[in-house]
């Protein structure tokens, strides 16, 4: 069964980039009908949909933070990341990865991690 | 894209059936049966519980159940158990080929 793991530091500071990586297992993130995502939630606050890659290497972003947004795949490692660049305390929040499958952008998660950034 | 909406809170008592709405606009819900819900128990990842506007993955109790009209869909839990208590959020594929999320919506079992 596929299973999904955030990894990366839990403290950003202001301006600088925030970086995460999903470690997929129990199957290859390559292949068609795949796609991965990210999505996050602020402490308090509700769901928020980041973007994502499909298999074919196309990526979409929310238009909120589009400019600030990178989603890449290592299809060598079986991993996929995201890059927030530009980051303040409204970044504050648990990011979770997902597989994404057309029409549903959770159809698996990870278990979240959650990002402070703070100086 | 602005988030679709829904109520903030809903209750029942156990056995009832309570219904949450998620409204949209016609560049989302009512544009796409790309409609889903998920049930959020604090602290544990968000859980899968409808897809395209009506399905139900395997695994998830037929309580849940979906439907959509218009630019409104909505999520009905019938035979309200304790264990329903959770927060739900729906979500939307969009005409900019992105997906946006309800506000969310508390459900209490009175």
């Known amino acids: 069964q596929l299973q999904l793991q955030e990894s990366g530091p839990g403290l950003v500071k202001p301006s600088e980039t925030l970086s995460l990586t999903c470690t997929v297992s129990?199957?290859?993130?390559?292949?068609?009908?795949?796609?991965w995502g990210w999505i996050r939630q602020p402490p308090g606050k509700g769901l928020e949909w980041i973007g994502l890659?499909?298999?074919?290497?196309?990526?979409y972003y929310n238009p909120s933070l589009k400019s600030r947004v990178t989603i890449f795949v290592d299809t060598s490692r079986n991993q996929f990341s995201l890059k927030l660049s530009s980051v303040t305390a409204a970044d504050t929040a648990v990011y979770y990865c997902v597989q994404t499958v057309s029409g549903n952008p959770g159809n698996i998660w990870g278990q979240g991690t959650l990002v402070t950034v703070s100086s | 894209q602005s988030a679709l909406t829904q109520p903030a809170s809903v209750s029942g008592s156990p056995g009832q059936s309570i219904t949450i709405s998620c409204t949209g606009t016609s560049s989302d819900v009512g544009g796409y049966n790309y409609v889903s819900w998920y049930q959020h128990h604090p602290g544990k990842a968000p859980k899968l519980m409808i897809y395209e506007v009506s399905n139900r993955p395997s695994g998830v109790s037929n309580r849940f159940s979906g439907s959509k009209s218009g630019n409104t869909a909505s999520l009905t839990i019938s035979g309200l158990q304790a264990e329903d208590e959770a927060d739900y959020y729906c979500?939307?594929?969009?005409?900019?080929?992105?997906?946006?999320f309800g506000t969310g919506t508390e459900v209490t079992v009175l």
């Open positions: 979500c939307s594929f969009t005409s900019m080929t992105t997906y946006v």
């Open positions: 129990g199957g290859p993130i390559s292949g068609g009908g795949q796609h």
């Open positions: 890659i499909y298999y074919a290497g196309n990526t």
